[in-house]
């Protein structure tokens, strides 16, 4: 595993996800190794089902991405 994986994994499994992990999570898919596109997506979408309660803590979801407003 590569090390901007490995990153991803340790925040991913944080109990409780902040606007600053969302935001790194979602900067490391973007430069994620082709060959690990696949497992990456795997934290893409638990990061996804924590972005309510990420908007509850928050207040707002202004900090999210334009592509997550739609989901």
Known sequence: MSKLFEEAWEISQKENLTVKDYKKIKEISRDIPESEERD????LEGLFLDIPDIIKREGNDNFLEDEDRER
């Not at 990456?40 to 934290?43: L, Q, T, W």
Request: net charge neutral; charged share 0%; no cysteine.
């Open 40 to 43: 990456m997506g795997y934290i």
